[in-house]
């Protein structure tokens, strides 16, 4: 059964750094990753979608990569803001229409 | 595009009461999910539907059915709430099984008292 870590769980950090969150998989027979933010009390947004193929995908601040073989992902912020406060989540697909698999979240704050 | 909506956003049930939680995309999915999302627990996949027609179990399905009416619209019903179903419920779609986005609505929260 896949099994999906974050760490760390919880970070706080000034405004202005640069920050890695980490994810880890137990089975590496993935067809992609997904991170998305959720915010107190809402839905998840989708931030970077990487195909299994993939080694990394781009937008804006947000820089996630993709190692399957080691059973790794990290999402970098650039630049950070006070308004990416949030709770980030990591999941995997296994390509089937099965669902995805959930990390627990890294709940981030951002230190004005 | 209004995306995956939910309805109701909160809703407080007794113990035995029933009821459904509706979800709908206007995105021209195929695939739609419940999931439940506890703390601690993180989201769990309750049912999901990979085309219309079709519905299967996810990986906590005991206490729910799912239906899926068209293409568009995917309920979860509550036949007899219990305390442990107090969560929030949300819903998810995507184009099709493999390797694309899911996009997910606001959620329900639910209270069983």
């Known amino acids: 059964k896949q099994e999906v870590t974050q760490i760390p769980a919880a970070l706080s950090v000034p405004e202005g750094e640069n920050l890695v969150l980490n994810c880890s998989f137990t089975?590496?027979?993935?067809?992609?990753l997904q991170w998305f933010r959720q915010d107190p009390g809402k839905g998840l947004t989708s931030l970077l979608l990487i195909q299994s193929s993939q080694r990394e995908q781009t937008s804006g601040r947000l820089n996630a990569s993709l190692d399957k073989s080691s059973g790794r992902s990290t999402l970098y912020i650039a630049a950070s803001q006070p308004g990416d406060s949030a709770t980030y989540l990591c999941?995997?697909?296994?390509?089937?229409?099965?669902?995805?698999?959930f990390g627990k979240g890294t709940h981030l704050i951002i230190q004005p | 595009n209004a995306g995956v909506t939910q309805t109701p956003k909160f809703q407080v049930l007794k113990t035995g009461q029933s009821m459904t939680l509706q979800c709908a995309q206007d995105?021209?999915?195929?695939?739609m999910y419940w999931y439940r999302q506890d703390p601690g627990m993180g989201l769990r996949l309750i049912y999901y539907?990979?085309?219309?027609?079709?519905?299967d179990k996810g990986e906590v399905p005991n206490g729910y059915n799912v239906s899926r009416l068209n293409k568009r619209e995917f309920s979860l019903r509550l036949e007899s709430a219990a305390p442990s179903q107090t969560s929030v419920y949300f819903c998810?779609?995507?184009?099709?099984?493999?390797?694309?986005?899911?996009?997910f609505g606001p959620g329900t929260r639910l209270t069983v008292l």
């Open positions: 539907s990979a085309s219309e027609g079709t519905t």
């Open positions: 995105m021209n999915h195929n695939s």
């Open positions: 999941a995997v697909g296994g390509g089937g229409a099965d669902g995805l698999t």
């Open positions: 998810a779609s995507t184009l099709t099984q493999g390797n694309n986005e899911q996009f």
């Open positions: 089975d590496s027979a993935i067809y992609n």
